[in-house]
């Protein structure tokens, strides 16, 4: 079976953004408040919303790394393309956008069957229509040939 991940992903995104609101609203002086670093608070939150193994989760966020979506792994960044993403909808929106353009192909090459075979059969008539006229001149001029030489 097969999972997809959109769901996660955008949580992570979600989380990340979250996350960086919060420490530039709470300016830090001291390293002792901020114990915990964005990773591990990424993680606690993933793990317990959606139940994911430690490397189910790195292989999440490598995947926003090479998607450009995250700056870096450690410390976890989440880059300008991230935060536009997410706010056009994510991955989810992104999953919606491509079934869309997979069914609108899908139509274009009913359409395209359809009305290639009526094509044919259009092309087909019109041999059978030329292959009667040329029999028809054929017949013509061998009667007026036949007749001038008598």
Known sequence: MQK?????????LELLVKEYEEIYNKLSFFSEEN????????????KEVFGLKDWEINIL???????????SIEPLVISIE??????????????IMLNRESNRIQNVENDFRKYSFYLMIFTA??????????????IEIYSFYKNIKM
């Open 61 to 71: 966020i490598y995947s926003l790394f090479l998607d450009k979506y995250v700056k």
């Open 4 to 12: 997809n991940y959109n769901k996660e992903l955008d949580f992570i």
């Open 82 to 95: 991230g935060l536009v993403f997410r706010n056009n909808g994510g991955y989810t929106e992104k999953s």
């Open 35 to 46: 114990s915990d670093t964005t990773k591990q608070n990424v993680f606690d939150k993933v």
């Open 125 to 138: 008539i019109l041999a059978i229509a030329n292959l009667i006229a040329a029999w028809f001149f054929t």
